[in-house]
Every structure is written in structure tokens, then in C-alpha cells.
């Protein structure tokens, strides 16, 4: 791969994982405000719940789509890790066929769900669902090109590499 293309490529990566943390540290102050303000001024209030359930939402779909590596996703692997690297390469393309076609038939499903929930917002603060929601339509096509470029490594005969226990990762 091209060193600049790389370079720039691992610069929003960083990024994409700085806006995470920015995320999850707003959905803890917002946690924070919501037991201060219910438990010591006895004052409910709703807009932190929600700022904490859209944030959440919005912190699982993007970091799904930009920030978790392959390696890192979490699978049921007893039988891929037991099989060799052709049967793993094989694997790789079944899967990723269907999840390329499954997501692919969903989309445009999707695309209208998302474009008429503009007609609703949420409660307190007045979010229009169809921005809300506009994270899915990114998850989706991340999901896609992700997948259709395992496929062309998998055509091209590359095999993924075997899982090795000793080196995963936690995500941190």
C-alpha cells in the first residue's frame, strides 16, 4: 500500500478513535449530571438519559464501522481456527458474499426508514431520528466495503491469518 495513503489512513484512525472517547466521556458526564441532579437537587431530568442513549447508539455503530479491526470483532471461531488456510480463505468468501448480499438487499429498506423518520425527534432534545439514525446508513456501507474487500483478498488467495491467542487484544 502507498506510505502517504497509509499514513493518512492511520491519522483518521486516530481521529475516529478520539471522537470515540470524546463520546463516551460526554455519556459519562451526562450519567453523572443525571444521578447529581435526581439524587442530591431532586430534580429528574430526561435529557441526559436521552443524551446518553443517542451517544451510545451513536458510539457502537461508528466505532464498528471505523475504529474495530477485523481481528477484534468478536466470533465464534472453534471451527475456523481448527480448519487450514484454504478452508479459512474459503470461509471468508461464503461469508463475506452473504453479508455483501444481505446488507446490500437491506439497504435501500434502510435508506427509506431512515429518510422518513425525519417526520420524529426525540423528547428532550429535539433530535430528528433521521439524523439519529443516519449512523446505520454509514455502519451499513463501511460494513459493505469491508466486506467486499475481504472477498477480493480471499479471491485473490489470500488466506486470513490464524487466529492467535497470545496476541489479541482487548480494543484498548
Known amino acids: 500500500m502507498n506510505p502517504g495513503l497509509r499514513k493518512v489512513g492511520g491519522w483518521l484512525y486516530r481521529r475516529a478513535e478520539n471522537a470515540i472517547a470524546i463520546a463516551i466521556g460526554a455519556m459519562f458526564a451526562a450519567f453523572l449530571l443525571q444521578v447529581a441532579f435526581r439524587y442530591l437537587l431532586n430534580w429528574p431530568t430526561g435529557w441526559s438519559n436521552e443524551l446518553t442513549v443517542v451517544l451510545w447508539i451513536w458510539v457502537v455503530l461508528f466505532g464498528a464501522a471505523f475504529v474495530v ?4 470483532e468478536i466470533r465464534f471461531d472453534l471451527l475456523y481456527a481448527a480448519v487450514g488456510p484454504n478452508i479459512r480463505r474459503a470461509m471468508t468468501l461464503a461469508f463475506a458474499i452473504a453479508l455483501v448480499a444481505l446488507y446490500g438487499w ?3 429498506a434502510v435508506f427509506d426508514y431512515v429518510t422518513f423518520m425525519k417526520v420524529e425527534s426525540t423528547a428532550y432534545l429535539k433530535i430528528r431520528f433521521d439524523w439519529l439514525f443516519s449512523i446505520y446508513l454509514v455502519f451499513v456501507v463501511a460494513v459493505i466495503a ?3 474487500w475481504l472477498a ?8 486470513p491469518a490464524e487466529f492467535d491467542p497470545t496476541k489479541a487484544s482487548s480494543g484498548v
Open 106 to 108: 437491506s439497504f435501500p
Open 152 to 159: 477480493w483478498r480471499a479471491l485473490r488467495g489470500e488466506a
Open 69 to 72: 479491526r477485523e481481528e477484534e
Open 146 to 148: 469491508r466486506y467486499l
